[in-house]
């Protein structure tokens, strides 16, 4: 773990960070609420800046630091402004800056799925709710923060709580590793173009480099696809010949991500169908309005249906 | 030479070995018949069947009848037993009852053997008779005393009744001593349950318990002696026990009392404790006198006849062990005569007749046991049989009278009662009992205390002890004297006692009678309509006394005639009589009787004022009696116009404090409630504290643990989201944060 | 432009990981989560509370892609898909529920809920 950081100092620095966020939580009368949010990113900053001393020369690029920095801070925000409507909207910002790291990871489905399904319909639906649930401002009463919003319960219990974890989850994760070096990418992921002949011959057709007509060559029923050496045996009118890949061609994040998917994990696809529907269902009957009508009430209105369809039947 | 070997020198050569067949050497055991059993079942079967009287909720007199019944066949069967086995002795066993052997450490095989045997010798026959028949007597008697109270109340006295019998029976007629242990914790039991019968009166009740724990005291050395007995001799049964004492007498007679071992002196020291607490000696005497709380047929049988001479019974049943212990006897002696002495000063100044009675029982259990101590177990036994009746015929009738005035016992307000309508049997009863009492000449008491007497002097050492008996029999006829005179003659006056409530409706009108109406009136002497007898006097408002009833003057008259008739058996047969020819073939094997045998020899023998006591003992106690009666007529009869005064008032201021302390008992209980009851009472002050602060303490912090453990534990449960959400999340945190340092520390 | 763009997508980009590597992923999702989790336990808005839940579903999310990169596996983004799913099935319900508590109390005080009390 020294290679990474000296536990002392992660540690210290995660206190710090857990200070600032305590301090950071709102309160009833005047807090330094500010103040909390740069002893955070103080605390923070020492961390990844230790971090980066160590390791001089494989700094993370500026992007990594941008985004992680938004995402946190965001998050901070979400959980420490009082008016609720802001908390959902600098959610919003959480979930871009999470985007932002997804793409970085070479994960560009998740990236636009995030969006679109967390920002654009999760986020949505909650702004809808906090709508609904805030009573509007009377003549007697001028708009203003709801006590529980404005004052947070236990906040240094929650706080010991939570950074103990943080420390626990992150010590455990740095004794566990040793150096940590990422594997390149492209070097295994285009072993799925072995069983997308199609796509490797829709490439080289892209590429120029084959005619309409020729097609990928079969031998015992696999195609002939050399993925280390980037080259495919292509039949034709012509002949067979090795023709190598183009630069460009290569699996992409959707389509690996597509097959795996569907090849691995098909069962859980219908499952999460069936847990969407009856999500759906059951939001649907629980918030029906239930009208409390008396027996009497509902016999006079059986009585009066009645009535009017028989008038209608005799009219 | 020590007084126990003068003594022993005296009568042992009589004692071994003598070719005489009146003293045989103890013929071995034989087994007995099988129906000697029914004698104590059939009164344990009258408490059973009055038992289920009391829970069918019977309201008649049915239990008295059972146990009237149950008695007399029992009584019956010892009349048969008697005629069987009179002269030999035998072994009955009913059923085994402890038998247990094992190895002891040195290898030999030791036995514990204690069965429910009945041990049948003249001994046994001689004491059972009278048990037997008083107990049906009083029972009849019982019947109409109590009809009162018929119901539940009956039932219980009749089951206990009868258990007391049955107890008694396991004494007298057990065959080893942890039987006889039985039979005397019955016989506590049932004093205390007929003591204590009128539950209500908080001074039955403690006379009860007194009783009780009074004969406890004594059961300690008792049952010490009983072990001791065991550990020393290896069994508790008597045909081994007395056969095992034997080879000690020898010693003994020499005078080796240092050859003896130790423990076998102990042991008779021992069995005299308890003799000492059942019987009522010096020092534990004072819970017969608050025993007369209970009825007065308890009275008469418990405490007159039966039960208080278990003593009695022990030390003449263990007799052979009596002569080997070097001060058991002498020590049994001088007590039985000082207690004689105390207890006749005490009654010479008490008002409550039944009291004067009570303290006459204590003295005249003195002169048994001084009697047993000057080696007359003769004498001691005549003794019993005599007092017995008498005694039983006294109490029944004062009883008589309580019964007739309401509850009155006072003889400071009775007077006359003798020449009342239908009280002459209660009077004549009384007349023969007291004189029996004084001694009077030829009553059986008068031969009987004679006995004694005479012994007293002739042995050697013993005459201080003589001196003083006489003089307590001189006080003895006094106060007997004082009670007839004041309560049974003179004019005629009375005032009710306090149960006036409780007979006013006998009183009163001719067909109050329910209980006694029922019985013919025929087949009596005496006045016609005994149903009331209306003083002619000076009642006190509308009461009437209330004449006693058939069975009542039955069994008077019976025990008057078995009193006379009981001086007749002094003179059947050889010297001494009957009675000490049943004594003789018994275990309580005597010197007194070889002594006279060979009385002419050159032994050791004591004389009063020179003269042979055998001979003059007769006048000289007679004179005494009568002189005794003689200052009894002057201080009590003469002159005497009310029942609250007497001539004795005269002489009262000029004795001093001394009648007001023999009035106040000599302060006895006094003393000891200052020295024992009330430290004790502390004692328990201190336990009780204890009881509450430590052990309900300790009890209390058990319970108090877990309440305070929920109430620790309680504000967990706030029935608040964040609360618990916080406890998950700090939960797992610790969770992880122990298995993250133990993976570091495993490295 | 385009063939940059897919050059630069198809071979990590700009560096594989980001030049970050896993630790600094993981230490960015777990202080995330911890943000998420003080979030729930002390705010006392149940809206709020809730937002903070999907918060730390986020985290859960950036930490399963980290390592679907670092493995060079995409089971962890296809879990991650159906994360989503579930986290929206979840808001769906938890919302329609919250609905439900305002129209009983007219409040959204988590603390009003407290009949459990022991």
Redesign the interface.
């Known amino acids: 773990m020294d290679q990474i950081i000296h536990p002392i100092a992660l540690y210290l620095g995660l206190a710090l960070v857990g200070l600032g966020l305590c301090v950071a939580l709102p309160r009833a009368r005047v807090s330094p609420q500010i103040i909390g949010g740069i002893l955070a990113a103080a605390g923070l900053g020492v961390v990844l800046v230790l971090m980066g001393l160590k390791s001089k020369d494989a700094l993370p690029s500026p992007y990594f630091y941008v985004f992680s920095l938004v995402g946190l801070g965001a998050a901070l925000r979400v959980v420490t402004h009082p008016r609720p409507v802001y908390s959902a909207i600098y959610f919003i910002l959480t979930i871009l800056a999470s985007c932002g790291l997804y793409l970085l990871l070479s994960a560009e489905f998740m990236a636009f799925a995030l969006v679109i399904v967390y920002a654009g319909a999760i986020l949505i639906t909650y702004l809808f709710v906090i709508m609904l649930a805030t009573q509007a401002p009377t003549e007697d009463r001028t708009e203003g923060l709801k006590a529980y919003d404005t004052a947070a319960r236990e906040p240094l219990a929650a706080t010991v709580a939570s950074m103990a974890l943080v420390a626990v989850l992150t010590g455990m994760l740095f004794a566990g590793s040793a150096k940590l070096e990422p594997r390149n990418a492209g070097v295994s992921a285009d072993a799925l173009l072995l069983q997308l002949p199609r796509r490797v011959e829709d490439g080289l057709k892209d590429a120029g480099l084959i005619d309409r007509k020729e097609r990928v060559a079969y031998a015992d029923g696999k195609p002939q696809i050399d993925v280390e050496g980037r080259r495919a045996m292509v039949t034709g009118p012509d002949g067979e010949r090795w023709v190598g890949f183009p630069e460009n061609l290569g699996v992409q994040n959707v389509e690996a991500l597509g097959f795996n998917l569907l090849n691995a994990h098909p069962g859980s696809i219908e499952i999460a169908g069936v847990i969407l529907l009856m999500a759906m269902l059951g939001a649907v009957v629980l918030s029906r309005r239930q009208v409390e009508i008396d027996e009497e009430a509902k016999a006079r209105q059986a009585r009066h249906l009645m009535e009017s369809r028989g008038a209608e039947g005799g009219a | 030479m020590t007084i126990a070997s003068d003594i022993l020198q005296a009568v042992l050569p009589a004692m071994l070995g003598a070719p005489d067949a009146a003293h045989a050497p103890i013929q071995p055991v034989g087994a007995g018949a099988w129906w000697i059993g029914l004698i104590p079942a059939l009164p344990l079967l009258s408490c059973i069947l009055c038992g289920v009287c009391a829970a069918i909720k019977v309201k008649s007199k049915l239990p008295a009848w059972l146990t009237v019944l149950c008695l007399g066949i029992s009584f019956m069967l010892t009349v048969w037993m008697f005629q069987q086995f009179a002269g030999g002795r035998s072994v009955t066993v009913a059923w085994e009852w402890i038998n247990l052997g094992w190895t002891d450490s040195q290898g030999q095989r030791q036995a514990l053997v204690a069965n429910f045997g009945f041990y049948v010798d003249s001994l046994t026959c001689l004491w059972m008779l009278f048990v037997t028949g008083l107990a049906t007597l009083i029972a009849l008697y019982a019947s109409e005393y109590m009809s009162h109270d018929v119901g539940a109340g009956y039932c219980r006295f009749f089951a206990a009744f009868g258990l007391f019998v049955f107890s008694m029976a396991c004494l007298v007629m057990g065959d080893n001593l942890i039987l006889l242990y039985l039979g005397w914790e019955g016989v506590g039991l049932c004093s205390y349950l007929l003591i204590g019968y009128f539950y209500k009166k908080p001074s039955a009740v403690a006379a009860a318990k007194k009783a009780f724990i009074m004969n406890r005291i004594g059961d300690l050395g008792l049952a010490l002696g009983v072990f001791l007995a065991f550990v020393q001799f290896g069994s508790v049964e008597y045909k081994v026990l007395l056969d095992a004492a034997r080879p000690y007498i020898e010693a003994a007679q020499a005078g080796h009392f240092d050859e003896i071992p130790f423990t076998v002196q102990l042991i008779p020291i021992l069995l005299m404790v308890g003799a000492f607490g059942k019987s009522a000696q010096l020092p534990l005497y004072v819970w017969l006198p608050d025993a007369m709380e209970g009825p007065t047929p308890v009275s008469a049988l418990i405490h007159a006849a039966t039960m208080v001479t278990a003593g009695v019974y022990l030390i003449a049943r263990t007799y052979p062990l009596f002569l080997v212990s070097e001060y058991a006897l002498p020590i049994v002696a001088w007590v039985g005569a000082l207690t004689a002495l105390v207890a006749a000063t005490i009654g010479m100044a008490q008002f409550d007749i039944k009291r004067i009675m009570a303290y006459s029982t204590v003295s005249q259990l003195g002169y048994m046991f001084a009697g047993l101590g000057v080696l007359t177990s003769t004498g001691a036994a005549f003794h019993v049989f005599t007092h017995a009746f008498f005694k039983a015929s006294l109490f029944l009738a004062c009883g008589a009278v309580m019964h007739g005035f309401a509850g009155q016992l006072d003889l400071r307000k009775l007077s006359g009662v003798g020449f009342m309508k239908g009280w002459q049997v209660v009077a004549l009863a009384m007349l023969v009992g007291c004189l029996n009492l004084a001694g009077f000449p030829f009553t059986a008491g008068y031969f009987s205390k004679d006995m004694i007497l005479a012994e007293a002097f002739v042995t050697p050492h013993m005459a201080p002890i003589g001196w003083i008996l006489l003089l307590t029999a001189g006080l003895t006829a006094y106060y007997t004297f004082r009670v007839f005179f004041r309560v049974f003659v003179g004019p005629k006056s009375f005032e009710p006692g306090d149960e006036v409530h409780a007979h006013a409706d006998h009183a009163h009108g001719d067909h109050g009678h329910g209980d006694h109406g029922h019985d013919a009136h025929g087949d009596h002497a005496h006045a016609a309509d005994h149903g009331h007898g209306h003083a002619a006097g000076h009642g006190s408002g509308e009461f009437h006394p209330h004449a006693p009833g058939w069975a009542i003057n039955f069994v008077l008259a019976a025990l008057t005639v078995l009193s006379i008739g009981a001086a007749g058996l002094y003179f059947l047969g050889d010297h001494g009589g009957w009675v000490a020819k049943m004594v003789h073939e018994s275990s309580a094997n005597l010197p007194a009787v070889a002594h006279d045998a060979h009385g002419s020899e050159g032994h050791a023998h004591g004389t009063f004022l020179g003269m042979d006591p055998h001979k003059v003992m007769y006048y000289v106690s007679g004179i005494v009696g009568a002189v005794g009666i003689i200052i009894a007529f002057g201080l009590h009869y003469l002159g005497r116009k009310t029942a609250a005064t007497a001539n004795a008032d005269k002489l009262v201021p000029l004795l001093g404090p001394i009648p007001k302390l023999a009035q106040g008992k000599w302060f006895v209980d006094e003393i000891y409630d200052f020295l024992i009851v009330k430290p004790l009472h502390l004692v328990s002050i201190v336990f009780a504290y204890v009881d509450k602060l430590l052990v309900d303490g300790l009890v209390n912090t058990f319970g108090w643990i877990p309440r305070a453990f929920g109430s620790g534990l309680r504000p967990l449960q706030g029935g608040n989201l964040h609360g618990y959400a916080v406890q998950m999340a700090g939960g797992v945190a610790l969770l992880l944060l122990i298995v993250f340092l133990a993976s570091i520390a495993g490295l | 432009m385009g063939?940059d763009l897919?050059?630069l997508?198809?071979?990590?980009?700009?560096?594989?990981?980001?030049?970050?590597?896993?630790?600094?992923?993981?230490?960015?999702s777990?202080?995330?989560?911890?943000?998420?989790?003080?979030?729930?336990?002390?705010?006392?808005?149940l809206?709020?509370m809730?937002?903070?839940t999907?918060?730390m579903f986020?985290a859960g999310?950036?930490a399963l892609?980290?390592f679907?990169?670092?493995h060079?596996e995409?089971?962890g983004?296809?879990f991650?898909?159906?994360v989503?799913?579930?986290?929206?099935?979840?808001?769906?319900?938890a919302?329609?529920?919250?609905?439900?508590l305002?129209?009983k109390r007219?409040?959204?005080?988590?603390?009003e809920?407290?009949?459990?009390?022991?």
Not at chain 3, 9 to 28: K, N
Not at chain 3, 30 to 45: D, E, K, P, V
């Open positions: 063939a897919i050059v997508a198809q071979q990590g980009f700009p560096t594989p990981m980001g030049g970050a590597t896993l630790a600094h992923y993981l230490l960015v777990a202080i995330m989560f911890a943000i998420g989790l003080i979030g729930f336990l002390t705010r006392r808005n809206i709020v809730f937002l903070c999907e918060l986020q999310g950036l892609i980290a679907s990169r670092f060079l995409h089971s983004q296809t991650v898909i159906f989503l799913t579930v986290a929206a099935a979840e808001a769906a319900m919302l329609a529920l919250v609905v439900l305002f129209r007219e409040s959204l005080d988590a603390d809920w407290t009949e459990m009390k022991g």
